[in-house]
């Protein structure tokens, strides 16, 4: 709840950033570093001679940030993210200085075609001749997260949430015997290219023989339903994700008595999992299924043109959240434990069986 309320945006990620290193200070048997570009790195310090795995999410979400102030009440901000252009004109937005102090306004304006980001001009309720510098965070004016029923609406689901769920099961997953090479890697600057993650992969932030576990919080279809469970994602719009971790995955799953839980292609985006996976990492994608993706109310029917362009909170269901955080505690659990079947072992068995056909 307090992590899906913080203002955020690519490259102005420090909100965030200094709530985990708060967190992390609390801890017992976890350590924080940066790497040179401000990716966040929580280890144990307890040894282990296994290969790591570490759980990924990033810490951005789309968001406005102030290029200058035009008039006393008159600003121009940068928009880095992905919102389609008939959400923009006429939302109410809420700008953050940088003591948290908030400013109420609408834009009037959008320059769909400014390079590097879209362009807005909003007008505020009120002058602020002084107080709002380049660089301060803008979003959509939201009230605080709530749950209503089995469903969180927050202001930042995508990433926050999968934040939230990486240190919790990291939290869970420290007190468990065998597991000190599990470890979380928080990344920046997704929302805009994967920018964070990229320079970690080029850069080996990470060591190359890692598992990675990235998570996401994915737009939901009628085919992975919020509140059906938390989902192995297989791929995304752009690629299919490493099949030896997924099936891995999938196999520990399958012995789970109980556990609702998806497999699912998830095309709705791209995700980290794409990126990583093309530097040579082993990697693969958890996700939760997201409603109002993007803060994007009726997506679907305003495409179309035949609903209004409305923002939204962000939903996600509170079980799938939690049924996420016991997923990664059971994979990074059994993940190197001996299975007592594999597909190869099938196939196998089945050759073995109906061989005399070959002949």
Known sequence: MEITAIPTAAGQEWRVIDWIEKWVIKQSGITLNN?????????????????????TAHL????????E??????????????????????AKIEVFDNNDNSYFGIIE???????????????????VAGFLLKGDVARWRFNPPIVKGDLLHAPACDDLAGVAAAISALDNIKSLRGLGHVGVLLTRAEEIGFIGAVAAAKNKTVSKSSRLLCLETSRSFPESPIGAGPILRVGDKTSVFGPELTNAIAEIM?????????????????????AFCNYGYLSTCLCLALGNYHNMLDMDGVLQKNKPAKVAPEII????????????????????????????????KRLNAYRNILN
């Open 317 to 348: 269901s509170v079980n799938d959240y939690h049924g996420l955080v016991k997923m990664l505690t059971v994979v990074c659990r059994d993940l190197d434990k001996p299975r007592p079947a594999t597909l190869r072992r099938g196939l196998e």
């Open 60 to 67: 951005d979400h789309p968001a406005f940030v102030v290029r």
């Open 254 to 274: 399958n012995t789970q008595k109980n556990f609702p839980w998806q497999r699912k292609l998830m095309p709705g985006g791209t995700c980290e999992s794409t």
């Open 109 to 127: 304006s959008l320059d769909a075609k400014a390079k590097p980001f879209k362009r807005v001009v909003a007008k505020l309720q009120k002058s």
């Open 69 to 90: 102030q035009i008039d006393e009440k008159h600003i121009e901000l940068d928009f880095r993210g992905g919102v389609n252009d008939a959400y923009f004109v006429g």
């Open 35 to 55: 790497d040179q570009f401000g990716n966040l790195l929580l280890t144990q310090t307890r040894k282990s001679s296994k290969k790591p795995i570490y759980i």
